[in-house]
């Protein structure tokens, strides 16, 4: 597995070093595990920006530009490497990329090095496109999904070392997506296949359906989804553009979280402290960051309201 990328993404490592050390250097973050309420982090247009869950409303801060179309942002539990899938091009399509510490020294009569670098860490020779990265609760190794074949389509849980070695299919069952690891159990991974919510031993076998045909909801089901930081609650995203909690043993739901409105409200991501929601707030033509308590409201919170498209809310836990 090659560490670094290959000619031609030069200006993606330095961009995403340059995010890295601006985010790693604030403190631990991850948005699956426990600590107090730090910074919503969410991209827009290829960029990454920052705001404090308490507004006020376009109260944003830029990071970086990353320059490459990005998605499913994570952070290891340590806070001290990032997770992303990025667009490498060049038939690679999306691939994990992972940034770290450089620990490269500054050499004499040279500028010196990025503190971060990106390394690729999923081969694409082996996945044909990935999504969803999710650490485990050591921080050891990435849940994703995988794209294992070209015709017909296949799409299966797959585990990576977080070294890019050790690379293992976990499902089978040909369309999967939207992984999440159990932050509270490293033997619990959870997926949506055809739209139901299941869980899996992380060292693979039967896939246990959580829950099904849901009763109330019509149409199509289940979408992205989050744990709580404790692991035993599960926000997701009803086909009806609904946030709802669901016990993660039983899969029993409760109503909607927002009673009102007409907008659809979908990528949830539940807070350090587990009583707050971030998601966006999908309107007909604008996509903005809003909060939401875990109790419910008649309307959520907004901390973005823009005419671009703002996405994959994730928050920073504070010590």
């Given amino acids: 597995m090659r560490s670094m990328f290959t000619r031609g993404m030069t200006s993606f490592i330095a961009a995403s070093a340059v995010a890295a050390a601006a985010l790693l250097m604030a403190g631990p973050a991850q948005a699956s595990f426990p600590g107090g309420n730090g910074e919503i982090l969410f991209e827009r247009e290829q960029t990454l920006y920052t705001i404090q869950p308490g507004g006020p409303v376009n109260s944003e801060r830029k990071l970086v530009k990353l320059g490459r179309t990005n998605s499913g942002l994570e ?6 490497t990032i997770a992303l899938t990025a667009d490498l091009v060049a038939g690679k399509s ?10 490269k020294k500054r050499k004499k009569g040279k500028p010196k090095p990025p503190p971060y ?15 969803s990265p999710s650490w485990s609760p050591d921080g050891k190794t990435l849940a994703f999904v995988c794209n294992d074949q070209g015709f017909p389509l296949s799409y299966e849980v797959y585990t990576v070392g977080a070294d890019g070695r050790g690379l293992r299919q976990i499902t089978d069952l040909n369309e999967v997506e939207f992984v999440k690891w159990n932050p509270a159990d490293p033997n619990e ?11 899996v031993p992380a060292s693979g076998g039967t896939p246990t359906l959580l ?27 009803s086909g009806e553009g609904n946030l709802h909690l669901m016990d993660s043993t039983t899969g029993v739901f409760g109503p909607s979280l927002i009673s009102g409105g ?7 991501a539940f ?3 587990g009583t707050q929601i971030a998601y966006v707030n999908a309107g007909s033509s604008v996509h903005d960051i809003y909060t939401v308590p875990v109790t419910g409201a008649a309307a959520g919170t907004p901390l973005t309201q823009t005419s671009v498209a703002e996405r994959h809310p994730t928050w920073r836990p504070l010590p």
């Fill in 94 to 103: 999306f691939q994990i990329v992972k940034i770290v510490k450089n620990k």
């Fill in 211 to 237: 829950n099904g045909n849901p009763p109330g909801i019509t149409g199509k089901r289940w979408f992205s989804f989050d744990y709580s930081p404790n692991g035993a609650q599960i926000v997701v995203e």
């Fill in 75 to 80: 952070y290891s539990p340590d806070g001290k």
């Fill in 262 to 268: 007409f907008d659809a409200q979908v990528e949830p």
């Fill in 271 to 273: 807070s350090p402290d």
């Fill in 117 to 131: 670098k990106a390394i690729q860490v999923t081969d694409p020779r082996k996945c044909l496109g990935t999504s």
């Fill in 189 to 199: 991974i959870a997926f949506v296949h055809d739209q139901y919510l299941y869980t």
